[in-house]
């Protein structure tokens, strides 16, 4: 069983900073990626950011500049940082990630519950 916990999500006046985090536990071989997604209300939930175990990342194009994913292998935990927050990255951030567990074949995908994030103006 594994289990994806976000933390960190809040109020914030636009043009502050969160951090957010992801911690993954359970019976976790590996994991090859891990990334933030957001949801907005009446929205689709979109890719914000990725990074792979390579340290490779991808970031929408609205949060380039402005956010900054990184990751803590050895605690399974990975962060967003964001920062110059705006009233339109108002969303709940989930957290995913692609991991092969023991005793699987192959790599799952995984999601925690969300966090939300209030930016106010």
């Known amino acids: 069983q594994v289990q994806l916990v976000e933390s960190g999500g809040g109020l914030v006046q636009a043009g502050g900073s969160l951090r957010l985090s992801c911690a993954a536990s359970?019976?976790?071989?590996?994991?090859?990626?891990m990334c933030w997604y957001r949801q907005a209300p009446g929205k689709q939930r979109d890719l914000v950011a990725a990074?792979?175990?390579?340290?490779?990342?991808n970031y929408a194009d609205s949060v380039k500049g402005r956010f900054t994913i990184g990751r803590d292998n050895a605690k399974n935990t990975v962060y967003l940082q964001m920062s110059s927050l705006k009233p339109e990255d108002t969303a709940v951030y989930y957290c995913?990630?692609?991991?092969?567990?023991?005793?699987?074949?192959?790599?799952?995908?995984?999601w925690g519950k969300g966090t939300l994030v209030t930016v106010s103006s």
């Open positions: 990074l792979t175990s390579g340290g490779s990342t």
């Open positions: 359970g019976s976790i071989v590996s994991i090859d990626l």
């Open positions: 995913n990630a692609n991991l092969l567990t023991i005793g699987a074949y192959r790599n799952m995908n995984y």
